[in-house]
């Protein structure tokens, strides 16, 4: 499924607690790399809070790395990063 887009925020809205939901990945859009705040909003819409724990990534200043933490509150690291 896409990363974006009324069809992502049905599936997120209807997930139960224990579900994994696996979407599109985010690099497909030159948008994330530019971090550009209308996709970053889009990005965010579905969510409550972002944990990033992607050690390999944490540095970029990308949309789904840095963007996001702007709209989502709690924004936080994951165990990897805590190590």
Do not use: W
């Not at 409550?48 to 709690?74: C, I, M």
Request: charged residues 30%; aromatic residues 10%; contains cysteine.
């Amino acid at each position: 499924k896409d990363c974006i887009g009324e069809e992502t925020k049905k599936i997120v809205d209807a997930a139960k607690e224990g579900d994994v939901i696996m979407l599109e990945n985010t690099r497909f859009y030159k948008e994330e790399e530019k971090n550009e705040a209308s996709f970053v909003e889009k990005l965010a819409a579905p969510f409550d809070l972002y944990v990033n724990d992607a050690f390999g990534t944490a540095h970029r200043a990308h949309a789904s790395t840095e963007g996001v933490t702007k709209f989502l509150q709690p924004s936080v690291s994951g165990f990897l990063l805590a190590k």
